[in-house]
Every structure is written in structure tokens, then in C-alpha cells.
């Protein structure tokens, strides 16, 4: 089944064709690096993290590409607020959000280029708009004209004159329209700067991913990807410059997630409603805030509150349980089971069913509804009296195969031997008998962490596995 994607630039879904056979150019705009990130930077993360472990699931070789913004006015501000050097402030920011994104499973991006290594870059991108009339020069900053780009608005679906009337002129911006934006800025007086064919100053927001796109993945790359409040104006001015300057198409495929709300209500920083991803890893299992996130379709919003993320934590223990009892039951398997091929039949209908799921536009929340019923399935099978170990391994392939897809880790309960049981069971008798019953509760709580229960009858104390 071919893969599907929603395109943001159509509205509609198309067959996922990349521009070289067996390899995908993937651009991710990431943060801009003044602070810790809240869980709204860290969806687009996670979410295209998974687009990405399913592409290359299906054999494709992928270029990722997410870059840090090292320079810009915030981090300006907050460098003078904390008297701090801003590569020091930005160094700070960049390995927190590094250390935030690996606890939740985010792999290594191919490359992690920063606005402050890519000027020389920048500034040529910038002096080829210039040259070809797409941008203008005044007074030491550099502007984009966007009535000199037919299609302007195609990625929001607006037109240039609904867009003109929401843009204003900034006191001290010398622009020439309204709806014309900076590519590059004076520098005020102590502020950093770089050298330019206009003068001392520093890119804007905009004109540095049209660059770092093109030096790490060429004119035209196949998924742009970011958080829908990206859509207008950042994408929209990253087209126009990038097809301004390139003379082609820049991406084939935008892909844009939902926000994210917090008990109900949309998530900002002015309503002081958000929460940082650093905080919530320090009180949750990253594994289990990763299957909350990927739980809901990347396209439409998410809900977070403590009882929807309580809820995806059972949930992912009773897939851990699942998995755990099929590793524990394989070793005591009979291997003799009649029925073995209608059960491979069911587990490979399953994963049938998982690859049409992310085929789909990376239905990740459909993906996690296959898993529900392989786990349903798994403990169906191991209340048979005789199981195979072929078809156990199926479902444990299956299960742990759709688990790394999603970047979901599950880390396997240490398994206690039975003559460690029988110890811990005869100290903990020990002490009921001395009347150290802290002791010998914690004694029954460390076993039911590893899945084992006791029963207390006349004849003595009993245990079975979970």
C-alpha cells in the first residue's frame, strides 16, 4: 500500500512519491533556543520523529533535518535580562532541549544546523534575492517584497490582499508595503552582529530555514514539517523565498500538527497555562507522555490534563504486561498447538492492519489501536493450556516491532527466579512472625512489582506469576 500524506499546500491527501527512489529529505523547524520547552515543542518532535521511524520502517533512507535558532530578538532580550554571553545562553537551551527530546525517544537528526554557523549562507541567499528584485535594501536592513512573487498565500490559502489587511508598519521599519518582511536587520548599538554587503546586523526569522534547507537538502526538498501556528507567516515567507531565490519548487509535501490544549483550553504562555516538557519528564514516564502524544492524529489537537495522561499509563502498562507475559510464558511453551497457524494468521492480519494505519497519513492513533487488540489477542492466547512458541514470538515481534515504529520503549520486569521468590517469601514470613510488618509489606509490594502474587492459606503462603 503506498503511503498517503496530507498535504497542507493542497488540503488534500496525495500518494507520498520522493524526488530520489528509496531516500526522503525531511526539514523539521525546530526551537528558538532562549528557555526550557513546553510539551507544544514537544509534539512537532515527537510526532515527525514517528514519520520519520516509518519511513525508514519502510525502507527508506531519511535526511533529517531540525534546526536551532540561535539569534533573534527573544534571545536578545533574555541574554541582557540575565547578563549572560548569548552563545552561552543558547548552548544552555540547546543541550536542555536535547536531553528533553532524547528522554522521549526522539532520535538524532541528521543534522542540527544553527543560525549563527550558517551566516555566509544566509547572507549569499539573501543578496541573490536582492539581485533578482525580490528584496530591496534601505537603510541597512533588507526586506522581501511578496507582491513580486506570484503565489504568494498559497500555503494559507489566502490572498495577498486578505494578508495586507492584517500587516502593519512597525514604528522604526522602513519597509515599502506593509506586507513586506525583514531578511535582514541593522544592528542596534550593542547588539551582536555580523558583517554584510548592507552593514552590521543579523538575519530575521525567516530567511534562515530557506537557507539551511538548501545547503543540507537542496532546492527542492520532499516533507517540510512544524506546528500549524508555523503555517502564516513563516512557511508562507520560507516559500517565497526559497522559490524566489531557487527558480523551483521548495517542498512537495507540508505537513503541519494540531496545538495542543491544556484542560481544554487552548495552551499560552500568556494565559500561563503551559507546561514544560523538563518538569513533566521529572514527574512522568517519558515513555508513557510519548504514547499520550501519539495517541490523538498529529493533524488534530490534543488535550492534556493529569487524568487523560493517567489513563495513557494504563494503557501502556497493560501493553507492557502483555509483552512481559509473552516473554515469561515462551520459556514454559509446549510447542504443541493445533490451532498455531489461525493464530499467525490473526497476528499477521494485525500487522496488516498497522501498516494501512500509518500508510494512512501516519495514523499513529490507529496504529496504537492495533496494538490494543494485538495485546488483547496475546492474553486470549496464553490462557490456552498449550501454547506455541512460534506463535508467541509472533505476537512479541509484533508487538515490540510496532512499539520501535512509534519510538515507544518498554523496558522488560527483571524477571525473579523461583528459589529468589521463595527467599523473599521466607524472610518476609520471618518478619510477620516478629512482628515487622512494614517489612513484610514491602517484601509483598516488591513482588507484585515484578508481576508475582501471594496468597496467604493455612497451609502456608502461596505465589504465581502475573
Not at 7 to 33: H, I
Not at 137 to 145: M, S, T
Not at 358 to 387: C, G, P, Q, R, W
Request: net charge negative.
Amino acid at each position: 500500500m503506498t503511503i498517503t500524506i496530507y498535504n497542507t499546500l493542497t488540503r488534500q491527501k496525495e500518494p507520498f512519491k520522493p524526488l530520489q527512489e528509496g531516500k526522503v529529505s525531511m526539514y523539521v523547524c525546530g526551537p528558538t533556543v532562549y528557555n526550557y520547552i513546553h510539551i507544544g515543542n514537544a509534539r512537532p518532535a515527537i510526532v515527525f520523529d514517528s514519520v520519520r521511524r516509518y519511513l525508514e520502517y519502510k525502507g527508506y533512507k531519511v535526511d533529517y533535518v531540525l534546526n536551532f535558532t540561535d539569534v533573534d530578538d527573544k534571545i536578545i532580550k533574555v541574554a541582557n535580562e540575565l547578563n549572560e554571553a548569548i552563545p552561552e545562553l543558547t548552548n544552555r537551551f540547546i543541550n536542555a532541549y536535547q536531553e528533553d527530546i532524547e528522554a522521549l525517544g526522539v532520535k538524532e537528526a541528521t543534522y542540527n544546523p544553527r543560525v549563527t554557523e550558517t551566516m555566509d549562507d544566509i547572507i549569499a541567499f539573501i543578496a541573490a534575492l536582492v539581485d533578482k528584485g525580490f528584496a530591496y535594501a534601505v537603510d541597512g536592513d533588507v526586506y522581501f517584497k511578496p507582491r513580486s512573487f506570484d503565489g504568494y498565500g498559497k500555503l494559507s490559502h489566502q490572498s495577498i490582499d486578505e494578508l495586507r489587511s492584517g500587516a502593519r508598519i512597525q514604528i522604526g521599519e522602513k519597509k515599502k508595503d506593509p506586507l513586506d518582511f525583514a531578511l535582514w536587520k541593522k544592528a542596534k548599538d550593542g547588539e551582536i552582529a555580523w558583517d554584510s554587503p548592507w552593514g552590521r546586523g543579523r538575519p530575521g526569522w525567516h530567511i534562515e530555514c530557506s537557507a539551511m534547507a538548501k545547503k543540507y537538502l537542496g532546492d527542492t526538498i520532499d516533507i517540510h514539517a512544524g506546528g500549524q501556528d508555523l503555517t502564516f507567516p513563516h512557511h508562507e515567507n520560507e516559500i517565497a523565498q526559497s522559490e524566489a531565490g531557487n527558480g523551483k519548487s521548495f517542498a512537495r509535501y507540508w505537513m503541519h500538527n494540531g496545538y495542543i490544549n491544556i484542560d481544554n483550553e487552548k495552551m499560552s504562555k500568556s494565559l500561563g497555562n503551559f507546561v514544560l516538557t523538563k518538569e513533566l519528564i521529572e514527574q512522568h514516564d517519558p515513555s508513557v507522555i510519548r504514547f499520550f502524544m501519539l495517541s490523538v492524529h498529529y493533524r488534530n489537537p490534543i488535550n492534556f490534563s493529569e487524568e487523560l495522561l493517567e489513563a495513557a499509563k494504563n494503557s501502556y502498562e497493560r501493553i507492557k504486561n502483555a509483552y512481559d507475559n509473552l516473554v515469561h510464558r515462551k520459556k514454559s511453551s509446549t510447542n504443541f498447538d493445533k490451532q498455531a497457524d489461525e493464530w499467525l494468521l490473526k497476528v499477521a492480519n494485525l500487522n496488516r492492519r498497522f501498516e494501512e494505519a500509518m500508510d494512512d497519513d501516519f495514523n499513529t492513533a490507529n496504529a496504537i489501536s492495533v496494538l490494543f487488540d494485538l495485546t488483547k489477542e496475546a492474553n486470549l492466547y496464553l490462557k490456552a493450556k498449550h501454547t506455541s512458541t512460534e506463535v508467541i514470538q509472533s505476537f512479541e515481534d509484533s508487538i515490540a516491532t510496532i512499539l520501535a515504529v512509534l519510538g515507544i520503549q518498554i523496558e522488560q520486569t527483571e524477571e525473579l527466579l523461583d528459589a529468589d521468590i521463595d527467599a523473599l517469601i521466607q524472610e518476609r514470613n520471618d518478619a510477620r512472625s516478629n512482628r515487622d510488618f512494614k517489612r513484610a509489606d514491602e517484601i509483598r509490594d516488591t513482588l507484585k512489582e515484578k508481576k508475582i502474587w501471594l496468597e496467604d492459606t493455612p497451609q502456608g503462603t502461596r505465589w504465581k506469576r502475573g
